[in-house]
């Protein structure tokens, strides 16, 4: 078993694993970064560590959503680095049973395949587990964009 | 591996560079008892330490060389160049053995037979300097208490990241008290933010070390490398105790050596060539180091041949670095600094030493990537000088704070040259498509920050600008913002590895508001520039010497105004040189003025022609009030005024110089201004 969080965007449920997972933000000032590949939103200063903060929605190539006053950062760790996934709201804390993931159906989004680990089946309905390394490796996101 | 045996090779080190700059010495000082004594105390001392451990082989070769040394002391023999490099052999052997020692935790397999037969063998009396009495051994100094502890590198740093993160605490926690706090709370931050400061201050010093223990391995070095190249060379050391950051002292070793290396291989002749120029048949090369403001100014001066400025514009052509007109209107003070481009290289030798085309360039983007600078000096057949200037701490860099298109960005305080306002006197001209800043009579390319980073139209530039001029080795640039803010001292953060790939940004900060600001690189900024610059060379025209481009006091200006003679100003009393056409001089109550900006400018002409082409005007001031000087020709500028021979010295000359064996009349500029202002009224100025 592992734990997993479960983040939304959209309509859209996702999950991380909570090893991972340093801190839950609401609303905070961003610095944005000129230059920088698409998905990434701008730094934050989290009790002076600066923090790279990742647009879900732009990353997974979701549409774009007007108003966001809700929105969450989830605060991950990854390389000695910290990031912040922007969502729009951040669930409970699932425990996975390794056993019961699914491969990936073949339902699933095809842009989400390079960032998705599995794909785990609730009752409510399928939650895509987010490979959080992936997830953070944009050089493919930003050969697409361009 | 066990803190004992880490901590005899810690010492053991300290006392193997001790060991050799010692022998050194002696190798230059031959009857110096007194060295032979610490030499003999200093293998001693790590010999009893290596059977305390059980070191076998280390204790056999020191006792060999100890032995050798004993022999030396007691009989009074004077120690040969022979015996010294045997001895330095046999330390060499020791720090190999220690290496391993360090790796493995225990010493390497092998004898040093070799060694020690080497050492009997060159200790047999060459010459027995009279019977002097046996030197007897001083006591050891009593031992005092310690006064100084070893401390592991990564407590200190650690300690120095924390103490960053306590200054950016308190820095917000000002920031979000300010002005609403009672009296007593205010007393405590007040306190609070004073422990901070000197806390900070306290670790600081903690990083610091002199600098000199980057130099110990020089004098080994320069002595090999003089034997090598059959050369007498004299290193002198000064100022090594100067403190800096040990994390600088790390950056800035290795270019030290490869600048030694130079001046050893290229800038000291043999000793024949030597005599046959009337110099000593010793070169001397110093190093100095010294502290200025924030920065520490190392110094490394040779008096060999020099830099042949032909060379350099011969190999500049063949290289394809710069076309010949462009060459052609080089100062000499620019053509050296081709020295430092990358791939550049004279290449007429190379040998193992030096002189393979890497390297200087190196030596210049390693200081620069600290914020750094070199510079280059160098007078034909009397010696170079190289001079690098380094913040003297890479933790907390002080910045300057720039607006653009809303946003804030940090730019590091070294780069900053001055900041402008265009409008008077600083017209944006555009050669082309390209804007460039007309200042102090030189063209300086312009780039707007928002054009940069993509934010905003970018060209909007009518109107006036706050254009901030930034200094990047070689490359001058003005940067257009929307305004300046405060300057402040920051702690640098590394970007996340997808943020580094554009390379415009050197790391981010958090400012005393608690929020996150990008900090600029000036580095990548002048690379842009440099790029766009290339494309459009052709076009600008020929620059003229920009007097503040040379901070230094004492520099000079020369030129030619009728006749032979040249004259020179001090760059000091210069604001500007200027472009004029033979038109704008105009004769008012029957003394020449320049009509300047709308005003009418006193003009001295000495015996210059007022007219035919282009003229260049240069406008010294003095006490709030200006005076042009009208010159046929601007031939250069120096960085130093040579010895000033002030028996010539009378009314408007401050003496003569001699430069390139050419007599120059230093022109005293404070006297023509006070005699222009007092037979004219004071230039008006009108709406510009």
Not at chain 2, 37 to 58: A, E, P, Q, V, W
Not at chain 2, 528 to 537: D, G, I, K, L, P
Not at chain 2, 640 to 659: N, W, Y
Request: charged share 25%.
């Amino acid at each position: 078993m592992s734990d997993y969080a479960a983040i939304r965007v959209g309509s859209w449920d996702f999950a991380v694993p909570v090893m991972q997972v340093r801190d839950v933000l609401r609303r905070n000032q961003l610095t944005p970064v000129p230059l920088a590949p698409r998905a990434v939103a701008g730094l934050l200063n989290l009790r002076g560590r600066i923090v790279t903060a990742i647009d879900l929605r732009v990353r997974l190539r979701l549409p774009p959503q007007e108003a966001r006053s809700d929105a969450a950062y989830v605060v991950i760790e990854s390389g000695s680095e910290y990031y912040a996934l922007i969502v729009d709201s951040v669930g409970d804390v699932l425990p996975i049973d390794e056993r019961r993931l699914g491969a990936e159906p073949l339902a699933l989004d095809p842009r989400w395949r390079a960032v998705a680990s599995a794909v785990y089946t609730m009752d409510t309905g399928p939650i895509v587990l987010l490979d959080i390394e992936r997830l953070l490796d944009l050089a493919p996101a930003r050969r697409a964009a361009s | 591996m066990d803190e004992l045996l880490r901590e005899f090779i810690a010492e053991t080190n300290e006392h193997l560079a001790v060991l050799e700059r010692d022998l050194v010495a002696l190798d230059r000082a031959p009857d110096d008892s007194g060295l032979v004594d610490d030499i003999f105390r200093n293998i001693h001392s790590i010999k009893g330490t290596c059977s305390f451990l059980g070191l076998k082989r280390l204790e056999s070769l020191l006792h060999a060389a100890e032995n050798a040394l004993g022999k030396l002391r007691d009989e009074a023999l004077l120690p040969a160049s022979a015996a010294t490099s045997t001895l330095l052999g046999a330390c060499d052997r020791a720090k190999i053995i220690v290496a391993t020692l360090a790796e493995d935790g225990r010493e390497p397999e092998g004898a040093d037979g070799d060694i020690v037969a080497r050492l009997e063998l060159a200790m047999r009396p060459l010459a027995v300097a009279g019977s002097a009495p046996m030197p007897v051994l001083p006591e050891p100094a009593a031992q005092s208490a310690p006064i100084a502890i070893r401390v592991n590198l990564d407590t200190i740093e650690r300690l120095m990241a924390e103490t960053s993160e306590l200054v950016l605490a308190r820095n917000q926690l000002m920031q979000t008290l300010h002005g609403r706090t009672d009296p007593e709370a205010a007393l405590a931050l007040q306190r609070l933010s004073q422990v901070t400061s000197d806390l900070q201050e306290s670790v600081m010093k903690t990083r610091m070390q002199p600098i000199g223990q980057g130099w110990t391995k020089l004098p080994r070095m320069v002595r090999d490398l003089a034997r090598d190249l059959g050369k007498k060379i004299e290193l002198k050391l000064e100022g090594g105790e100067t403190e800096l950051d040990r994390q600088v002292l790390e950056l800035v070793k290795d270019p030290f050596t490869h600048l030694m290396r130079n001046a050893a291989d290229h800038g000291i002749e043999t000793p024949s060539q030597r005599r046959r120029a009337g110099k000593p048949e010793t070169g001397a090369v110093m190093l100095s180091a010294c502290h200025e403001g924030s920065a520490i100014v190392i110094t490394l001066a040779d008096d060999g041949h020099g830099i042949d400025p032909e060379r350099i514009r011969a190999a500049v052509r063949r290289g394809g670095f710069a076309g010949n007109a462009e060459l052609e209107a080089m100062s000499e003070h620019q053509v050296l600094q081709f020295i430092f481009h990358p791939g550049f290289t004279t290449a007429d030798r190379v040998t193992n030493v030096s002189g393979r085309g890497v390297g200087l360039d190196v030596v210049r983007s390693n200081a620069e990537k600290i914020g750094g600078a070199v510079e280059v000096a160098s007078r034909l057949g009397r010696g170079t000088r190289f001079t690098i200037k380094i913040p003297l701490t890479l933790a907390i860099v002080p910045a300057l704070l720039l607006d653009c298109s809303g946003q804030r960005f940090a730019i590091p305080q070294t780069a900053v040259a001055e900041l402008v306002r265009s409008g008077f006197g600083h017209r944006i001209e555009w050669v082309d498509d390209a804007p460039m800043l007309r200042l102090r009579g030189s063209l300086l390319p312009l780039v707007g920050l928002s054009e940069v980073l993509q934010l905003g139209d970018g060209r909007k530039i009518e109107g006036e600008r706050l254009i901030v001029v930034i200094g990047y080795g070689m490359h001058r640039f003005g940067l257009m913002v929307d305004g300046v803010d405060d300057a402040e001292k920051i702690v640098v953060k590394s970007l996340a590895p997808m943020l580094r790939g554009n390379r415009i940004f050197a790391g981010s900060t958090i400012l005393g508001d608690g929020s996150v600001a990008l900090i600029l690189d000036p580095g990548a900024l002048a690379a842009r520039v440099a790029a766009a610059e290339s494309v459009e060379s052709a076009h600008v025209p020929k620059p003229l010497p920009n007097p503040a481009a040379r901070g230094r006091g004492d520099g000079l200006l020369l030129f030619r105004a009728g006749g032979d003679t040249l004259k020179a100003l001090r760059l000091a009393a210069l604001l500007r040189i200027e472009e004029i056409a033979p038109e704008q001089i105009e004769q008012i109550d029957g003394k020449p003025v320049l009509l300047y900006h709308g005003a009418a400018l006193p003009l001295h002409l000495f015996d210059a022609v007022p007219d035919g082409e282009r003229r260049f005007v240069m406008i010294a001031a003095h006490d709030d009030r200006m005076c042009g000087f009208l010159a046929d020709a601007v031939i250069d500028t120096m960085d130093d005024m040579p010895a000033l021979d002030r028996s010539v010295a009378g009314a408007g000359m401050l003496g003569a110089v001699t430069i390139a064996g050419r007599p120059v009349e230093i022109v005293d500029a404070a006297y023509y201004v006070k005699a222009a202002s007092t037979r004219l009224p004071a230039p008006k100025r009108s709406a510009a």
